[in-house]
């Protein structure tokens, strides 16, 4: 863009035209200078300083909430539900139920292993598996045996591990896709999460503005054949697809090798889109100077830390560019984010590929449910640390909930008549196992009770009087 004020209205209202782009690739600058620009008619770099008439983005960098968000009593789920709302898992318990009548009618066979679904039995299924990434085991099974070191009793009580295989079996978020032939023109592995991917890829970009993203991996891309792929490859196709959404809007947009390229830095200039990134020595319309092979050209650099630059048809020695700079500072948003939904990766490994898209966006949305989390929050917590680790375990219980699945009770022995209604546990005030211990509630509060009973769902003890309170 010419004129540097930009008007706020039009900005958004480019945004809000805008289809979005795929969650995961570039990191964009605020303050932007033309030392980094790219001049379509001439290799150029400069040296120092930045131009002050660039045009700048006017949007603020950082997270944005929702008006009535209360950041005062909000935890991880409420964060996460902003990224993955909660009417999704009654879609995806619908598309569940409908492909495994698929398959049972296909087969002419009724499994009798099967029954219907819902949406929270399909939360408690997500939340295990989330807490499958904080714990994890060698094999899914392990979280159901008998013994006391490797078993975990909270799995037990949420369903069997025979519900847990028939739910990871028949799983599907659109299941009208799941017959569609891989050789027709419209397949692609992004289909059979197609309604999750449409709902997340508004809310991811909602919710941060001028942040790091990732482009997906080029197993992905290499199915969509257009025609600007194959007039520029692979790499160019990429970031003009994913950067439909700031045309005009002067983002820095940072990038690898693989994508760098002359054309694709000439043609986002004159969108308003700012390019940085490193380069192969051989790639197309790059200048025969800089050509050379790497030693002649590492013999001429004097200290650590300079470059070599093209500039007005001669090889010239410069200090470190800003460019050099801000590429080392902004590139690793992306390996930080990578790491981050790596360490506690939901999911678990499946030959079906669009089931690792599946858990790759819920793992993006954990991730970044996380960063809005430490960004904004303002609830008093108890520890002084609040870790990822904690993050991640609170909103797994959340997603659980007082869900169980299983026809009999299996916390503990309880003393009581005991029902489950729509698969909710309610509360009770029993005996608990062991000694007599303090009351949580009274705890709390400074006063000191010892009680021998408490809630079974909650698993801590509570005097009558709290337990009453509280439930």
């Excluded at 390229?261 to 390019?275: F, K, M, R, S």
């Excluded at 608990?432 to 408490?454: A, N, P």
Aim: proline content about 5%; aromatic content about 10%; hydrophobic content about 30%.
């Amino acid at each position: 863009m010419a004129d540097s004020d930009l008007d706020y209205d039009r900005v958004m209202a480019i945004l809000e035209a805008s289809s979005g782009s795929e969650f995961s690739g570039f990191s964009s600058d605020d303050v932007l200078s033309s030392d980094d620009d790219l001049a379509p008619d001439n290799w150029q770099h400069l040296a120092h300083g930045t131009d002050d008439s660039a045009p700048r983005c006017v949007l603020p960098a950082g997270h944005r909430l929702p008006r009535d968000f209360d950041t005062d009593t909000a935890g991880p789920l409420d964060y996460f539900q902003l990224l993955i709302p909660m009417d999704i898992y009654d879609h995806i318990a619908r598309e569940t139920n409908s492909y495994a009548a698929l398959i049972q009618q296909e087969k002419g066979e009724t499994d009798q292993m099967w029954t219907t679904t819902s949406g929270p039995e399909i939360r408690a299924f997500v939340g295990l598996n989330i807490m499958m990434g904080a714990s994890p085991r060698h094999g899914y099974d392990d979280y159901w045996r008998d013994n006391d070191f490797v078993g975990s009793q909270g799995f037990k009580n949420t369903m069997t591990l025979n519900r847990y295989e028939k739910l990871a079996q028949y799983l599907h978020v659109n299941s009208v896709a799941a017959r569609e032939p891989h050789d027709a023109p419209t397949y692609h592995p992004i289909n059979k999460v197609k309604p999750l991917h449409t709902v997340t890829q508004q809310t991811l970009l909602g919710s941060f503005t001028n942040t790091p993203r990732k482009f997906p991996s080029t197993r992905q891309c290499r199915r969509d054949r257009t025609p600007i792929q194959q007039q520029h490859g692979l790499g160019y196709r990429v970031v003009h697809d994913l950067t439909r959404d700031i045309v005009g809007l002067n983002h820095h947009v940072y990038h690898d090798r693989f994508f760098t390229g002359v054309q694709l830095a000439n043609d986002l200039l004159e969108e308003d889109i700012y390019t940085c990134g490193t380069v192969n020595s051989n790639r197309k319309d790059i200048p025969n100077q800089l050509r050379q092979k790497k030693l002649v050209i590492k013999r001429q650099i004097p200290q650590r830390g300079d470059s070599v630059s093209y500039q007005k048809g001669s090889l010239s020695m410069i200090p470190q560019p800003k460019a050099i700079s801000d590429y080392n500072q902004y590139m690793n948003g992306v390996d930080l984010h990578d790491q981050m939904r790596k360490k506690y990766a939901c999911g678990r490994p499946s030959k079906k590929y669009w089931k690792y898209i599946l858990w790759f966006i819920l793992n993006c949305a954990r991730v970044n449910a996380y960063i809005l989390f430490k960004e904004s929050s303002t609830r008093v917590l108890r520890r002084k640390r609040y870790t990822h680790y904690d993050f991640v375990v609170e909103l797994a219980e959340s997603l659980i909930g007082n869900f169980c699945g299983r026809k009999r009770l299996c916390i503990r022995e309880i003393l009581v008549p005991f029902d489950v209604n729509d698969n909710q546990m309610p509360h009770v005030h029993v005996r608990m196992d062991g000694l007599r211990r303090r009351c949580k509630i009274c705890y709390s509060k400074g006063i000191r009770k010892e009680v021998v009973k408490g809630c079974a769902v909650c698993n801590i003890h509570m005097c009558e009087q709290c337990f009453l309170d509280k439930h």
